[in-house]
């Protein structure tokens, strides 16, 4: 049988990361990256942005969006517009 120590299960507990945002629901996550709805479930859909499912709701870490769209404008910098429309048509 475990023992457990009283004086520390009694204590509060800390939160991991008492400076973190709170979580964005699906509206406010793609209205922040400046998409709809429908193109953010399909960049999740697709793998590009974690999600956490919480109590049925999908919601977003701010994090996870920002270096979502610093991961975007890296590449859109290291693509010229010719190289970018030929991915974007063959994505389409």
């Given at each position: 049988m475990k023992?457990?120590?009283s004086r520390s299960f009694f204590q509060p507990q800390q939160p991991a990361e008492p400076?973190?945002?709170p979580l964005l629901s699906r509206h406010k996550a793609a209205s922040s990256l400046g998409?709809?709805?429908?193109?953010?479930?399909?960049?999740?859909?697709?793998?590009?942005l974690p999600?956490?499912?919480?109590a049925g709701k999908v919601l977003?870490?701010?994090?996870?969006?920002?270096?979502f769209a610093r991961r975007r404008e890296?590449?859109?910098?290291?693509?010229?517009?010719?190289?970018r429309a030929a991915v974007d048509s063959t994505t389409a």
């Open positions: 023992v457990i120590d400076n973190s945002a998409v709809s709805v429908a193109t953010l479930d399909r960049l999740t859909r697709a793998g590009e999600r956490i499912k919480l977003y870490r701010p994090e996870s969006l920002e270096a890296a590449w859109a910098r290291s693509t010229s517009d010719g190289d």
